[in-house]
T-cell receptor, first 114, second 118 residues
């Protein structure tokens, strides 16, 4: 079984500043993927970044990067130079290597202040 | 990236009627499609997984006779809410997955359908 925990219901960040969203997970899979999804007010789910568990190097996509701590089962998302368009609900999710079901966390609402 | 559409985007129906929501993968073949339900400010709750040409697999607690899912082709899945009641009002999201595609790790999400039952 897989579980994902996001302990921050809401976060705020000043425009141009950096914010980190937390995520911990539990899985019995030996190989798995981790994801961060963004859901803006339009409610369209957008993939922000993914991490293959077998890769030690932390994934990076422009202003978005992760801190993947496999032993601690932690997968935090760092957003640098925050922009107003980053305001959204962010979901952490995991999927097994051979499975196809995503397991989502409860989500974190990110507010960006100008 | 791949595009998934949903139709309609919004629907209002009267209690006791049925409503069908379509999910289409526009530029790829989806071997598997997923249906989620989302309440305001909450996470996505997986309702069922459908594989083309076979019966859907429902998550625990989801009434399969109420939420009928059909995945008749590799590009189309439908969710029919039968005898809808106000408590079925919610945001329904589909996603599509191609197990053999170059991005086989990724599910592609539709824009969602807001269902209101009056």
């Amino acid at each position: 079984a897989q579980t994902v925990t996001q302990s921050q219901p809401e976060m705020s960040v000043q425009e141009a500043e950096t914010v980190t969203l937390s995520c911990t997970y539990d899985t019995s899979e030996s190989d798995y993927y981790l994801f961060w999804y963004k859901q803006p007010p339009s409610r369209q789910m957008i993939l922000v970044i993914r991490q293959e568990a077998y890769k030690q190097q932390n994934a990076t996509e422009n202003r978005f990067s992760v801190n993947f701590q496999k032993a601690a089962k932690s997968f935090s998302l760092k957003i640098s130079d925050s922009q107003l368009g980053d305001a959204a609900m962010y979901f952490c999710a995991t999927r097994g290597e051979y499975g196809n079901k995503l397991v989502f966390g409860a989500g974190t609402i990110l507010r960006v202040k100008s | 990236g791949a595009v998934v559409s949903q139709h309609p985007s919004r629907v209002i129906c009267k209690s006791g009627t049925s409503v069908k929501i379509e999910c289409r993968s526009l530029d790829f073949q989806a071997t598997t499609m997923f249906w989620y339900r989302q309440f305001p400010k909450q996470s996505l709750m997986l309702m069922a997984t459908s594989n083309e040409g076979s019966k859907a697999t429902y998550e625990q607690g989801v009434e399969k006779d109420k939420f009928l899912i059909n995945h008749a082709s590799l590009t189309l899945s439908t969710l029919t809410v039968t005898s809808a009641h106000p408590e079925d009002s919610s945001f329904y999201i589909c996603s599509a997955w191609n197990s053999g595609g170059p991005s086989s790790y990724e599910q592609y999400f539709g824009p969602g359908t807001r269902l209101t039952v009056t």
